[in-house]
């Protein structure tokens, strides 16, 4: 990893998806269930034996310290019971390995010479001293580096007390049977991580197991999933009441949208009430206006016939009135022409008379 890879890590492990000054918008939640749970709770068997005997290569899931970071910060406010699944996770990887380590128990019985109980007894208990011992010289070593030198100190004095012991029990287990049969390697199989430790083997090569990363991280797994069965039922009555809770709040907030939708429905229809009414009365109005109109101009156009008749009455009134006149003075025209010739006439008779 280059210095800008690790300066970004940091910054990751630091600030979390939101350390560019984005909202982490488009990228995938810590919720996600894609999101290994057990590598936000830190315990990811995939991460603590990578590079051991056991590395069982890269998890399926994501691992990003980024959403770890967001994990930790949102898990100050709420509880998100991701150490159940965790806990799920662990103790199928745990079973496995126990599985693996009755096999190899099953192999050795079948490969090694069968001792008897006096010198099984003897032999288990220089396991033991030599695992006390393997585990002080780890626990020395660390806190060596760590600058507590007084407690490294304490460890080593007690690492010599127990390697008296082991060398006491090893006499007796030698001298318990053939010798032959004591330069055989007895074999037996480490019960946190199903490796095979040598009843021989040195102080160095039990220090280096017990203080190595496999043997460490199995322990880390098993503590983590010792306490997470501890308060299991207990986790688990508590995330059934926070979702109980949540598909409570989820529905009242349900029941909530839909009397408001139900409000907005009501409004809706209401408002397209009024404006049908409004419609109405418009069309209403309208026709009534369209009606009035209608009605002035019929009454307009009767009064325009109506005048148009009495004016046609007039005129042919008037124009028979002319025809009479004419008619008269025609006749009295007439009248006066034969009134003359007869005036005429009588004057010519009265002047014959005369002569």
Known sequence: MSATDHMRMM????????????????????????????FLLGC??????TSTRMDVGECAKIHD????????????????????????????????CDRRTEQ???????TQEELSAEVSDKANLVHEFGEQIGKKLARAEELGEQGEVEESMKLMEEVEEIRKKKLMAESEL??????????????RVCEVCSAYLGIHDNDRRLADHFGGKLH??????????????????????????????????????EGGDRSGRRGDRD????????????????????????????????????????????????????????DRSRSRDRHSSKRSRRMRSVDKEDGEVNSDNSD
């Open 174 to 187: 030698r001298n318990s049977m053939p010798a032959s049969s004591y330069q055989q390697q007895k074999l």
């Open 216 to 253: 460490l991280g199995f322990i880390k797994i098993r503590e983590k999933l010792s306490s997470l069965l501890e308060s299991c039922e207990k986790r688990r009555e508590e995330r059934r009441e926070a979702r109980e809770q949540e598909r409570s709040a989820l529905e009242r907030r």
């Open 65 to 96: 310290v980024a959403l770890k970071a967001d994990y930790e910060a949102a898990s100050l406010k709420k509880d998100f019971f991701y150490d159940l699944d965790a806990m799920e996770h662990l103790k199928t990887f745990i079973a496995d």
């Open 104 to 110: 190899a128990k099953k192999r050795l019985l079948e």
């Open 267 to 322: 409004e809706r229809n209401g408002r397209r009430d009024r404006d049908r009414d409004r419609d109405r009365r418009r069309r209403s109005r309208s026709r009534t206006k369209d009606k009035s109109v209608g009605e002035e101009r019929s009454r307009s156009r009767s009064h325009r016939s109506t005048s148009r008749s009495r004016r046609s009455r007039s005129h042919r009134t008037r124009s028979r009135s002319r």
């Open 11 to 38: 910054l990751d492990q630091l600030m979390g998806t939101s350390r560019d000054g984005d909202s982490g918008r488009g990228r995938t939640k810590f919720s996600d269930p894609k999101v290994c749970k057990s």
């Open 44 to 49: 990811c068997p995939h991460d603590l034996l």
